[in-house]
């Protein structure tokens, strides 16, 4: 006997049907138990699970209930099934139950299947089949289960993954030149999901295609004002930059939609980790419940583990971390509060920060929590003072390094390595305060390593192989400096650390840079900031193409005046344009001006990048005949002397600091006032 096939949908209400069409499945503890069986993915749920998620407080006989139940539907789902047969889909294994669904029987498994394969076609394919995956949907996911812990964590990866497929569709469809087309649906998805930043990007591009460049700008004021007031965030790097080409009339805009963003296709493996964690996500709902104090642990941990996953994942790390810390000070607990602050030991490479404001803030929170905090909590203070130390990076405040060394004693006397190397961290942080700092950094390094090899604290080793591939490569010694990059390469690879690569990326075009091939650098450059556009470090971005290609010009011996003809005052110099504002007056014919400039120039900020900005400051004076800053600059240069000025920061170089003291020296014997 041929038995019927029995197809289930959970996208809306949960359903059965047969060949004969909707079968009954009785009352809604029956509709239950159906729906556990298919958040578990044919796997077994023993009937004591069953049990504490159909029920707050469980009656007597309610293993009984279950197994009724249980019986009721396995009649509904097989009413042809012979007496005494042994079911072939709601089977009884172990200690409980599972439905043996096959893999296309369930609306919701579908659906993803559908979604993933989309990735891989072309677009007219690809809209069609994404197109039939979103007709699947007939409400929310386990509709009439929306407030059951056990359906929490299916119906939100569900939801987001619906999501997605609607972008990618509209994707798909400007992919095809059906710009217009593409408009009601993303208005209509942002009405319900207004912090869909995608949708407000695809919205634009989609209008301005239209030929309505006057609504798509709208739409972009509208995002901004949307996020910036219901979620107290700014718009991220790709909305801005789509104003700025729009505004522009880039002639890019008008082709690709890009491709369909789907990203890879679902391996196996993909599936598996994302069956694993929706089901771990369930299940912490379920236990840990309303439980704030719990929650805010736990979301601090997901928060750190999201800012090393690349540039999306750092931004909105750095994105909901404020609000994790404010959340933990309204409880009023101190010691929660330093676990929560404490808990985000993210390793950090650029001692400038990406978001002075927020630093600040945190910095407060930190401090408050300190003196709060009992004596004798050592490691919680450990973590508050790193953290202080990470933050106040680059700001010249004797605090910064006040902390760092409180932290790094605490952590030594605790002889806890995972402290230890959270320290080191802040204590590298604050170790660009003067020129020539290199052999310090190298030795914090050095320690990183040995600490985070031995204790199996992977993204610390490679910090620690960063930070010597910059202290390597200010003191000339690339070949070593090679050797951590080939190392901090391998471990990014091994644990999925894509930022790693945006380093040694820049490292490569230092390296071009440094042997004199200035071409080769400067196409390396080049490709090294489309590298880093994007990847949720403005900290780093911002200038730093630009600076490296000024340090290029002079590093192969040019002076100011023909360095300046390569300045674009327009370019985005970021918080370098002080240093570029004299080479731009200068190259202009404005000496006067450029001379006012120089001597306005403060002392270069406490990060990496200190001996280039001096550098450049001795380039321009030396022009000019500016003894009083030549003077200055080879102050500051003099604690470098052997070094290459700029190489410490891993990612540019404006050539030997030797040869900079010489030039100043010679320079300032002959300067002579001019213009």
């Known amino acids: 006997m041929a038995w019927e096939r029995v197809a289930f949908g959970v996208l809306g209400p949960v359903v059965a049907e047969g060949d004969g069409g909707a079968l009954a499945l009785k009352g809604p503890r029956h509709r239950a138990v159906l729906a556990r069986l298919i958040v ?5 749920v023993p009937v004591a ?7 707050d407080e469980p009656p007597a006989g309610a293993v009984g ?3 009724t139940f249980v019986g009721a539907l396995r009649r509904a789902l097989e009413p042809d099934r012979p007496p005494r047969a042994r079911s072939r889909l709601l089977v009884t294994e172990g200690p409980g139950y599972a439905l043996r669904a096959a893999p296309d029987a369930v609306d919701a498994w579908r659906f993803e299947t559908a979604v993933g394969a989309a990735a891989t076609l072309p677009p007219a394919a690809a809209l069609r089949r994404l197109g039939d995956a979103l007709e699947l949907w007939r409400g929310p996911a386990y509709a009439e289960f929306e407030g059951e812990a056990w359906t929490r964590g299916e119906r939100t990866r569900l939801a987001e993954l619906r999501l997605r497929a609607v972008e990618r569709r509209a994707e798909a469809l400007l992919a095809l030149g059906r710009a217009a087309e593409a408009v009601p649906d993303l208005d209509a998805h942002l009405t319900d999901h207004p912090w869909r930043e995608d949708a407000w990007r695809l919205l634009a591009l989609a209008l301005y295609r239209s030929g309505r460049q006057g609504d798509a700008l709208a739409v972009l004021r509208r995002a901004r004002t949307t996020l910036v007031d219901q979620l107290g965030l700014d718009p991220g790097p790709r909305l801005r930059r789509l104003q700025a080409d729009i505004l522009a009339q880039d002639p ?15 391996t196996e493996a993909a599936a598996v980790a994302a069956r694993v964690w929706s089901e771990a996500a369930a299940d912490y709902d379920r236990t840990v419940g309303g439980a704030a104090r719990a929650r805010l642990e736990a979301t601090v941990g997901l928060i750190r583990n999201l800012a090393v996953t690349g540039g999306g994942g750092l931004e909105a790390a750095r994105q909901h971390r404020p609000a994790a810390i404010a959340a933990a000070e309204e409880c009023g607990d101190p010691e929660l509060t330093a676990r929560v602050i404490g808990a985000y030991d993210v390793p950090a490479i650029w001692p400038r920060g990406d978001d002075p404001e927020l630093a600040e803030r945190i910095v407060g929170a930190a401090e408050r929590t300190l003196a709060a905090l009992p004596p004798e909590r050592g490691a919680a203070r ?18 910064g390094p006040e902390a760092a060394r409180e932290a790094e004693e605490i952590a030594r006397r605790l002889d806890d390595p995972a402290l230890l190397v959270f320290a080191l961290n802040g204590a590298f942080m604050q170790s660009c305060t003067r020129a020539g700092l290199a052999p310090r950094r190298d030795a914090i390094g050095a320690e990183l390593i040995a600490v985070a090899a031995r204790h199996g604290l992977v993204t610390y ?23 951590h990059a080939a190392a901090a390469d391998r471990l990014a690879a091994r644990h999925e650390l894509p930022l790693v690569g945006v380093f040694t990326e820049w490292y490569g075009a230092l390296r071009l840079a440094a042997a ?3 071409a080769r650098a400067e196409a390396a450059y080049r490709a090294a900031a489309g590298r880093l556009e994007g990847a949720g470090m403005p900290g780093v971005e911002r200038g730093l193409l630009p600076l490296a290609l000024l340090c290029l010009r002079l590093s192969r011996g040019e002076s100011a005046r023909e360095a300046a003809r390569g300045v674009d005052p327009g370019a985005e110099w970021g918080p370098y344009s002080p240093w570029a504002e004299p080479f731009a007056l200068l190259g202009g014919g404005d000496a006067a001006g450029a001379r006012a400039a120089l ?13 280039a900005l001096c550098c450049l400051e001795a380039a321009v004076a030396r022009d000019l005949g500016d003894r009083d800053v030549l003077e200055r600059a080879h102050a500051r240069l003099l604690p470098a002397a052997g070094q290459l000025a700029g190489a410490g920061s891993g990612l540019l170089t404006a050539g030997p600091v030797d040869g900079w003291l010489a030039a100043i020296a010679a320079a300032s014997g002959a300067a002579r006032p001019t213009g």
Do not use: K, N
Not at 40 to 44: D, F, I, Q, S, W
Not at 252 to 266: H, K, N, Q, Y
Not at 461 to 483: K, S, T
């Open 40 to 44: 578990a993915r044919r796997r077994v």
């Open 49 to 55: 699970r069953l049990v504490e998620d159909l029920w």
């Open 65 to 67: 209930a279950v197994q």
């Open 252 to 266: 890019g805009l008008e082709s690709g939609p890009g491709p369909v963003d789907a990203g890879p296709g679902p």
């Open 382 to 399: 450990c973590r508050l003072l790193a953290t202080i130390a990470l933050e106040m990076r680059g700001t010249r405040s004797p605090r």
């Open 461 to 483: 080793e490679v910090l620690g192989h960063l930070v010597r591939l910059q202290a390597r490569g200010a003191l000339g010694d690339f070949p070593a400096a090679d050797g």
């Open 516 to 518: 004199g091939r200035a």
């Open 599 to 611: 001597r306005a120039l403060p002392e270069p900020p406490a990060d990496l990048l200190y001996e």
